[in-house]
Nanobody, 125 residues
Framework: QVQLVESGGGLVQAGGSLRLSCAASGRTLSPYTMGWFRQAPGKERQFVAAISWTGGNTYYADSVKGRFTISRDNAKNTVYLQLNSLKPEDTAVYFC??????????????????WGQGTQVTVSS
């Protein structure tokens, strides 16, 4: 079992930045592909970014490409999501997840086995 805990969310003005962290316990994160997803009020959860277990491959939703950066530190058992140039439409609960998706399935939720409880990001205009 892997327990994931997100942190770093908060209220920020449009154009601002936040850094989300996802800390794991129970098992090392190093074999897992890690993903970040988000869910806005009244909407389905959507893929944001993913990173391979080595950190050598990263994937982003078009809506965040160039603004968000995913990274990981396997020694610290932690994954990060740097959010820059935030927009009000980025407001959502952000979740991290661990699993073994392939390069073609990384945006699909059911390929991830473990999920955190989420952290709220609110961007004011």
């Amino acid at each position: 079992q892997v327990q994931l805990v997100e942190s770093g969310g908060g209220l920020v003005q449009a154009g601002g930045s936040l850094r989300l962290s996802c800390a794991a316990s129970g098992r090392t994160l190093s074999p897992y592909t890690m993903g970040w997803f988000r869910q806005a009020p009244g909407k389905e959860r959507q893929f944001v970014a993913a990173i391979s277990w080595t950190g050598g491959n990263t994937y982003y939703a078009d809506s965040v490409k160039g603004r968000f950066t995913i990274s990981r530190d396997n020694a610290k058992n932690t994954v990060y999501l740097q959010l820059n140039s935030l927009k009000p439409e980025d407001t959502a609960v952000y979740f991290c997840a661990a699993g073994f998706p392939s390069y073609s399935t990384y945006p699909l939720e059911h390929w991830y086995d473990y999920w955190g409880q989420g952290t709220q990001v609110t961007v004011s205009s």
